[in-house]
């Protein structure tokens, strides 16, 4: 019997081979540091848009979860970006409608290929990775869920924050902690 960690692994280098990674680094020209940002997900998806947001502030840019209490109003010109293996929720549509109506810059990391071509997302990052769903275009995995799909999202989001400050001489480790919590 081999290890579960290590076919775990397996599998996330799969998807992650798999992965369009021009599709993450076109958001480059969205995520911005003079735009303030407002991430969005539901259950994992929403604790790995988190840690996301924790390391895009890290890293200077301004950053709000939606549906936390010190979230403010999002207006025109900021960028909203929801991260759903489905694309589908009831929530996720109706919060990407209210953005889109205020002028905001809506974005879609999932696993739903059929959000590639959507009107209401002005960039869609599709990840190929296995959701709750279990549809048919999806990979076979032995983890339980929709965990196939956030691990790889994490590692994704994290790498497009490298990516992001590649060329910033500033993005280290040691300015980085400056930033990181200390109450």
């Known amino acids: 019997m ?6 775990v692994i397996e ?10 990674w021009s599709a993450f680094t076109q958001m480059e020209s969205y995520i911005q540091k003079q735009r303030r940002l407002f991430l969005y997900g539901e259950g994992r998806s929403g604790l790995m848009v988190k840690a996301f947001g924790m390391r895009l502030m ?5 950053v709000f979860i939606v549906g936390e209490t010190t979230t403010p ?17 009831v ?8 953005a889109n109506a205020l002028g905001a810059i809506s974005l879609l990391v999932t696993a739903n290929p059929e959000f590639q ?6 960039h ?13 275009h999806e990979p076979t995995t032995i983890q339980p869920l929709g965990n196939q799909f956030d691990q ?15 060329e910033n001489k500033e993005f280290t480790n040691e300015a980085l902690k400056q930033q990181h919590t200390n109450i």
């Not at 071509?117 to 002005?122: D, K």
């Not at 869609?124 to 048919?136: C, F, G, H, S």
């Not at 790889?152 to 590649?166: E, F, G, K, T």
């Open 2 to 7: 081999p290890n579960e960690s290590l076919v």
């Open 11 to 20: 599998e996330i280098r799969q998807v992650i081979e798999s992965t369009d």
């Open 58 to 62: 890290h890293a200077g840019y301004t």
């Open 73 to 89: 109003s999002i207006s025109r010109d900021d960028v909203l970006l929801v991260l759903s293996g489905s694309g589908e929720s």
């Open 91 to 98: 929530a996720s549509k109706h919060i990407v409608e209210t």
């Open 117 to 122: 071509t959507n009107e209401r997302y002005r």
């Open 124 to 136: 869609v990052a599709l990840i190929p990775a296995a959701t709750k769903k279990r549809l048919a």
């Open 152 to 166: 790889s999202a994490h590692l994704l989001l994290d790498s497009l924050v490298i990516y992001l400050n590649r």
